[in-house]
């Protein structure tokens, strides 16, 4: 079977960074997409930032550019969102989630990603 387990949520004040983890067993990570998303309470599932298992392209939300960073370490079978100058509005759980045919050309919604994990509670609070 295949699963995504996210890690590396936690509390931290406005300004300052995490990095959250993804990790894929039951498949190799390096033939897939994978996009990060969030969901804050009340509101729908954003795309956060996605990274091409062919050209290793990554794409950011517009809120996001110049903060977050999105990476893969095909080695781990893991893929990697550093979040640095985080404020409040960044507060959500983070997903990431995985398709082969995804982020070709952009982070592309919800729909396009058929593996997801069950998520990691971030909270940006003084």
């Known amino acids: 079977q295949l699963h995504l387990v996210e890690s590396g949520g936690g509390l931290v004040q406005p300004g300052g960074s995490l990095r959250l983890s993804c990790a894929a067993s039951?498949?190799?990570?390096?033939?897939?997409?994978i996009g990060w998303f969030r969901q804050a309470p009340g509101k729908e599932r954003e795309g956060v930032s996605c990274?091409?298992?062919?050209?290793?392209?990554?794409y950011y939300s517009d809120s996001m550019k110049g903060r977050f960073t999105i990476s893969r370490d095909n080695a781990k079978n893991t893929v990697y969102l550093q979040m640095n100058s985080l404020k409040p509005e960044d507060t959500a759980v983070y997903y990431c989630a995985a398709d082969v045919d995804a982020c070709q050309e952009g982070i592309a919604d919800t729909q396009q990603y058929a593996y997801w994990g069950r998520g990691t509670q971030v909270t940006v609070s003084s």
């Open positions: 039951g498949f190799t990570l390096d033939y897939y997409g």
């Open positions: 990274i091409s298992s062919i050209d290793g392209a990554a």
